[in-house]
């Protein structure tokens, strides 16, 4: 079978096997798939600036034209002694399907086939053809462990020439993971933000995280959907005695649980995972809350979310007839979402 174990795709890719011609990049992790995908192209020793060298396609263009992708591959260079044709935004395009198949058996002699698709389904289409070929190589890309963050960290402190505190990385680490380009991204907005420091201290992931007391009603929403009941009952309350109106917090748990209720439906119509929906979430997730989504993502189900959503817009109604009681029937609803999530968290 020619495929790699997740743990293996690192290895493989500092020293790709010199006798296969089609590489397929798959995973929910897309910034990992991405992100190989250039150091993969990087050891062809093609110019990957030459439009002559490198033919860039989109999975879409490719199935459109049926036969494209063939057509690329036997097509004889005239500037070199080989192109590499890489594939984009792949996924379960039959006419892709067919190319590739047709490829694996007769591989072209000139060309290098790259592909980067998304969370592919084992043993179907595309994936299946090229784990069966003696030619081609499927590279699965996960999200990163906590093993593959720290050395992510570690290689941009390196670039830099900075360290970072224990209580520091562990903050940080929380918030990564998601997607491999993002995390990356993450860490060097802190590294610019902390330039002519030596070492990286918690303060400095505090305050690129936006940890700040005037967001107190967003500390009391995250604590509601991670089932924190006594840290939730602390953020409302500060937020109540500070001036702030229960309504935000009863508006923003809304605007949190309908978003989280169509990035579950995505996750069941598509059979993703809850770190490949969060990291293709439009609007974006906030980076430092990505883990946070996720977890409520893989508790709450249908069901849950709409009796969640239901009692919010009891209690907003509720507040507007008695804005007496305001604080006390936000509180109410709010407090019972967190106790359910609680109960949630402890079946999942």
């Known amino acids: 079978m020619a495929q790699k174990k997740a743990y293996e795709v690192d290895g493989w890719l500092a020293r790709p096997d010199q006798r296969i011609s089609i590489v397929l990049l798959y995973g929910p992790d897309r910034g ?3 992100e190989r995908a250039k150091a993969f192209a990087g050891k062809t020793g093609l ?3 030459d439009p002559f060298s490198v033919v860039r396609l989109e999975g879409s263009e490719v199935d459109r034209d049926e036969g494209r992708l063939l057509d690329e591959a036997r097509t004889v260079p005239m500037f070199s002694d080989r192109r590499l044709l890489w594939v984009r935004n792949a996924s379960g395009q039959k ?7 047709a490829l694996t058996a007769e591989p072209a002699r000139d060309a290098i086939i790259l592909i980067e698709a998304g969370d592919l389904k084992k043993g179907v289409g595309l994936r299946a053809i090229v784990e069966a070929a003696d030619n081609a190589m499927a590279l699965p890309c996960y999200a990163d462990e906590a093993r593959d963050i720290d050395a992510v960290i570690d290689d941009e402190l390196r670039k830099a020439g900075m360290s970072m505190t224990m209580e520091a990385r562990q903050a940080l680490r929380r918030n990564l993971g998601g997607d491999r380009l993002a995390s990356r991204g993450e860490i060097e ?3 610019l933000y902390a330039h002519g420091q030596q070492d990286i201290g918690l303060e400095d992931i505090k305050a690129m995280s936006g940890d700040v007391s005037g967001a107190s009603f967003d500390d009391a929403v995250d604590a509601l959907l991670e089932g924190k ?4 009952d602390t953020a409302f309350t500060r937020h109540c005695q500070s001036g702030g109106q229960p309504f935000l917090v009863l508006s923003s748990a809304m605007r949190q649980l309908q978003q989280i209720q169509v990035m579950r439906g995505q996750m069941e119509s598509g059979n993703r995972n809850a770190a490949s929906v969060v990291a293709a979430a439009r ?4 980076f430092s809350r990505r883990k946070l989504v996720e977890k409520a993502l893989e508790r709450w189900n249908v069901d849950a979310l709409s009796r969640a959503l239901t009692r919010l817009q009891t209690a907003v109604l509720q507040t507007r007839r008695r804005p007496d009681l305001s604080v006390a029937l936000a509180r109410q609803a709010l407090l019972g979402i967190a106790v359910e999530s609680s109960r949630l968290a402890q079946r999942a």
């Open 189 to 191: 907005k802190l590294v």
């Open 283 to 286: 609007p974006p997730v906030f």
């Open 229 to 232: 009941i006594g840290d939730f």
């Open 32 to 34: 990992l798939v991405s």
């Open 47 to 49: 110019p990957l600036d």
């Open 95 to 101: 006419a892709l399907a067919d190319d590739v198949k």
